[in-house]
């Protein structure tokens, strides 16, 4: 038996759990904590939802020799790709030319409904001030690479 194995049922005895309790409470099968008390290797995933369970580091539950299962080793907080860095300037852009299109059929709404009362200025300045004050930031912004 490994020293994950024996840490994981020493945790759940001194708790008075079942396997069925501690899969429960950790999210995850009664038959992943059979094998894990068994001795298999376990997953990144599958420590991490056991240290939540027991509320403790994963280090500890670890006791830094069991390796990991062979189909989750590369799994890790890094592993997942970063999104691309999105361009300021074409975001402003794409926001730019939503706002004149809502304002040019918020415009005609208002022309065609009530010629006598311009209220379409009020949008266009509370949405079109902030617009112009992140068109002034761009203009100090070096563009990006790419």
Do not use: C
């Amino acid at each position: 038996m490994t020293d994950t194995a024996e840490t994981i049922r020493e945790l759940r005895l001194q708790r008075a759990w079942s396997q069925e309790q501690l899969a429960e409470i950790a999210g995850i099968s009664a038959r992943t904590v059979q094998r894990l008390e068994q001795g298999q290797a376990a997953a990144l995933e599958t420590l991490k939802a056991l240290a939540a369970a027991f509320d403790m580091p994963i280090d500890r539950l670890r006791g830094g020799s069991a390796p990991l299962a062979k189909d989750d080793s590369m799994m890790t907080e890094t592993a997942v790709p970063s999104p691309a860095p999105r361009d300021p300037q074409r975001t402003f852009r794409r926001h730019l030319l939503v706002f004149a299109a809502v304002m040019s059929g918020l415009a005609a709404i208002n022309l065609f409904h009530n010629p006598d009362h311009l209220w379409v200025i009020y949008p266009a300045l509370g949405w079109g001030v902030p617009l112009a004050i992140k068109a002034l930031s761009l203009r100090h912004t070096p563009p990006a690479a790419g």
